[in-house]
């Protein structure tokens, strides 16, 4: 009697061929993306000139890339969120005594994004053989304490000079993150800036708040006594405290003011919260508060939005803070310290 066995082993070159096939896929979609994240570039981080529109950009790591392309030039920074790009820093530069003045506002910025960028640059011009002459500082007080973007996303990633994580694990990270939907906004927005395309819907600048489209309940003020719960307030009220700490220990001249409120946008009954917010940084040190006056509120034509003011707002604050002549009313920003 005879008898056949089939072996139930697979058959080796056809594994091979399936091992092979699937790493030449997994090779194929990384170069892809790698190749994609470079030219199109969503967060304007390798600086590719091929895609010019981008609407996902990281503007932290853009701001350290504008001062690393001449870091000579600056002996002086502002700090702000977005709300500080309106400021004339050709007039703070002289109102401050200094050449220039370094832009660090990002879109919502807070003590997380700054102190980070201060420690840098005072490590940097040491390192060059220079130093930093003064920090100009503009807080929110309606976004004070809230949870941070800081680090929170691939569009808010501090750079590795200032966050100390590795810079091969930073650049990795752009170069590999699939981001179709990213891309695909982008060459959109592209298609849309040419000659003869409809132009592509206006995109809201992060850390802008929308208008608010409905009238708010009547609050009573038993109500608005309990503070609001702003979950990072510690931690970056501690943060301020080591920021002020070094510019003393460095000689570094610092300005803090608070960004004056759009009525429209921070309503009454969020008011005595913003209030505590502005007590509480004055303890650790003076600080300008613009507060929320009502005749600024009702100039449409001081304001970019309802979040953002005009240039025109952040050249009276300039000016009322240095001492220069100004326009605006007498008490359009009140000097408050420990």
Not at 15 to 37: D, E, H, M, P, Q
Not at 149 to 160: A, G, K, Q, R, V
Not at 218 to 235: Q, V
Request: net charge neutral; aromatic share 10%.
């Amino acid at each position: 009697m005879s008898s056949s066995t089939t072996s139930s082993k697979p058959d080796r070159p056809q594994v091979c061929r399936y091992v092979i096939a699937a790493i030449a896929v997994a090779v194929a979609w990384l170069t892809a993306t790698i190749a994609a994240n470079i030219l199109i570039d969503p967060q304007d981080v390798f600086g590719t000139p091929l895609v010019r529109v981008h609407l996902n950009t990281n503007a932290r790591y853009g701001v350290f890339r504008d001062y690393e392309a001449a870091p000579e030039r600056y002996d002086a920074v502002l700090f702000a969120s977005s709300r500080g790009n309106t400021f004339d820093r050709a007039l703070l530069a002289e109102q401050l005594g200094v050449r220039t003045v370094a832009n660090f506002s990002v879109p919502f910025g807070l003590l997380t994004d700054h102190l980070p960028a201060l420690e840098f640059l005072l490590r940097d011009k040491a390192a060059r053989g220079g130093r930093l002459a003064a920090v100009f500082l503009v807080l929110d007080a309606d976004f004070f304490g809230q949870a941070p973007w800081t680090n929170d996303n691939i569009d808010s990633f501090l750079p590795p000079q200032m966050s100390g994580e590795s810079r091969f694990r930073f650049w990795w990270r752009y170069l590999t993150a699939f981001q179709l939907t990213h891309w695909r906004n982008d060459l959109r927005a592209l298609a849309g800036s040419r000659p003869g395309a409809q132009e592509p819907a206006p995109v809201r600048p992060p850390g802008s708040i929308a208008p608010t489209t409905t009238q708010p309940a009547e609050t009573s003020l038993e109500e608005t006594s309990a503070p609001e719960i702003r979950s990072d307030l510690a931690h970056q009220l501690g943060l301020l405290a080591r920021l002020v700490s070094l510019c003393r220990a460095h000689d570094v001249r610092l300005i803090i003011a608070f960004s004056p409120l759009n009525r429209q946008n921070v309503r009454d009954e969020q008011a005595p919260d913003n209030a505590r917010i502005v007590d509480q940084v004055a303890r650790l040190a003076p600080v300008w508060d613009f507060d929320r006056p009502a005749w600024l509120s009702e100039r449409a034509d001081l304001w970019l939005d309802f979040s953002h003011y005009s240039t025109a707002v952040a050249t009276m604050m300039t000016q009322r803070i240095f001492g220069a002549p100004t326009s605006a009313p007498a008490d359009f920003g009140q000097l408050r310290g420990p």
